[in-house]
């Protein structure tokens, strides 16, 4: 009804002799059909930004998109603090055997940052496939506070750990180190602030022999 009083006022003639009221009666309803034009089209460009908003949100992010998983926090058991300054928070105990100093281990990981960004993990983050790494629990190999993590552990425990740089990649050929470029350049970046490791003890595949003369 509002559109219809404004389009039904009677024409005025815009020529030189029009009366100062008609000129002004004019004026007055162009402004008000200008105006409810204006509010129509602001309308409908408000519901179509907020329509590409939402496509964008739904279509354009995945963790969006995505399913979102479970980020509950394991439940801790214990925390320890070593000497070496290696934080380390018993998630799961584990039954098999316990690691010691020498063991050739199996295991997986995940490393981030200390911040909660993603640097590499053993584990697959799309379909699950794990490519365990196979190392001795010895410190000429491994970073120092990922083998003190290691060791004490039992088959099937899982443990996180902040590790500081000075017991983490002082050196480049230390281990576990991804064979990725990206992965691997991303680590090193990172090698002189503390990293967090998060790691499951799968297997020992053999322990240090031992002199008949001991």
């Known amino acids: 009804m509002g559109v219809l009083s404004f389009l039904s006022l009677p024409p005025c003639t815009a020529s030189v002799s029009a009366s100062p009221r008609c000129t002004e009666d004019a004026k007055s309803s162009n402004n008000k059909i200008s105006t409810l034009i204006t509010k129509k089209y602001c309308s409908r460009r408000l ?4 329509i590409g908003i939402n496509h964008i949100l739904c279509y354009g992010s995945p963790a969006l998109a995505a399913p979102i998983m479970d980020m509950n926090e394991p439940e801790v058991i214990r925390t320890l603090k070593l000497a070496s300054g290696v934080r380390i ?38 379909n699950g496939e794990s ?12 970073i120092l ?22 017991v983490g990649y002082v050196d480049e050929n230390l281990k576990p180190i991804p064979e990725e470029f990206g ?18 003890l799968l297997k020992i595949l053999s322990v240090p022999q031992q002199s008949e003369f001991n």
Do not use: W
């Open 47 to 50: 519901i179509l930004r907020f």
């Open 89 to 126: 928070q018993v998630v799961t105990e584990g039954e098999g055997p316990e690691a010691h100093g020498g063991d050739l281990v199996e295991f997986n990981c995940v490393c981030r940052r200390a911040n909660g960004y993603f640097v590499f993990s053993t584990v697959d983050q799309f």
């Open 131 to 142: 490519n365990p790494v196979i190392l001795p629990l010895d410190e000429d190999q491994m």
């Open 145 to 166: 506070g990922l083998k003190q993590v290691l060791t004490g552990m039992r088959v099937g425990g899982k443990r996180r750990a902040l590790i500081p740089p000075s």
């Open 183 to 200: 992965p691997r350049r991303s680590l090193l970046s990172h090698a002189q602030e503390p990293l967090v490791f998060e790691v499951q």
